[in-house]
């Protein structure tokens, strides 16, 4: 098969432990690109972390950031975007402040909070140990209702704690709402997006554009969020140190990301 679009998921995919791209991946990926391929970064991630990202591996597609809500070029205009309902943001940020788990949420370029924002302080940006002077705004917000004066779209809503019965009394409280999407890209937080917006959908939505058939994308990833996007391509890989369930819906189990997989994936299927 000749495949024109790889979809390629960033935290437990493209990265390793350390939240680096190897030398070799980067060279898989420019080579895959130099011969027509689209390489599209894939993530949960605010939209400046993935772009940051692209830019230091040299990929010039789109990208494809917070689980789909959010579909962009670089430096380029939207191509597509679902932000979140305000009214629904609040409601679930109330439900947070009641049950007092951590939350944040994200426009295409800032990251704003109720609480303080420690947890996403720069030392935990790996991305300030390539390039010192990269960041990412913030904003701490004194109470609920600012959110309604908020100009920006809101893409995507961050759920964490370290106490897994806090977020499972969460996802208790929340999983009724129909108009969101709610997923997790680890065993401790949920992530919530615009119904309309998954990773399979955003997949979607480029192969349209660029008018490649679905058997024609290959889809990686490790995580729940990565899900969708894993069923939707033609050929949907998992990671081997994915989640059972992603395993269980791919087509096929690549190396894990600290052994490259995400290398023996373009060199069995793409080079």
């Known amino acids: 098969m000749n495949y024109k679009l790889i979809a390629i998921d960033m935290d437990g995919t493209l990265l390793n432990s350390q939240k680096k791209v190897s030398n ?5 990926l420019l080579k895959a690109q130099e011969k027509g391929v689209k390489v599209v970064i894939t993530t949960g991630r605010i939209f400046v972390s ?40 609040i409601e679930v940020v109330k439900i947070c402040e009641e049950i007092g788990i951590y939350h944040h949420f994200y426009s295409e370029e800032k990251i704003y909070s109720l609480k303080s924002l420690e947890w996403f302080n720069a030392p935990v940006l790996e991305e300030t140990k390539i390039d ?11 109470k609920i209702s600012s959110i ?3 100009k920006e779209d809101i893409l995507k809503l961050t759920i964490w704690d370290k106490d897994q019965q806090k977020v499972k009394k969460t996802l208790e409280r929340i999983q009724d709402l129909k108009n969101v999407s709610i997923t997790s890209s680890e065993m401790n937080n949920i992530e919530l997006t615009n ?14 554009y660029y008018k490649i ?22 050929l949907g890989i998992a990671m081997d140190n994915a989640e059972k369930e992603v395993k269980e819906k791919a087509d096929y189990i690549t190396l894990s990301n600290e052994d490259e997989g995400v290398v023996a994936v373009f060199e069995k299927f793409v080079l």
């Open 132 to 142: 010192p002077s990269f960041s990412i705004s913030t904003c701490s917000l004194n």
């Open 213 to 234: 058939d679905r058997s024609q994308v290959i889809a990686i990833g490790d995580s729940h969020n990565d899900q969708s996007m894993i069923e939707y391509a033609g």
């Open 148 to 150: 309604r004066d908020i």
């Open 24 to 28: 070799r991946t980067k060279e898989v």
């Open 195 to 208: 119904r309309k917006a998954t990773k399979g959908k955003a997949v979607e939505f480029l192969t349209d």
């Open 50 to 89: 993935a772009e940051f990202y692209a830019n230091y591996i040299g990929l010039k597609t789109p990208i494809i950031a917070c689980n789909g809500a959010i579909v962009k070029g670089i430096k380029e205009n939207i191509l597509k975007t679902f932000p979140l309902d305000k009214e629904t943001l």
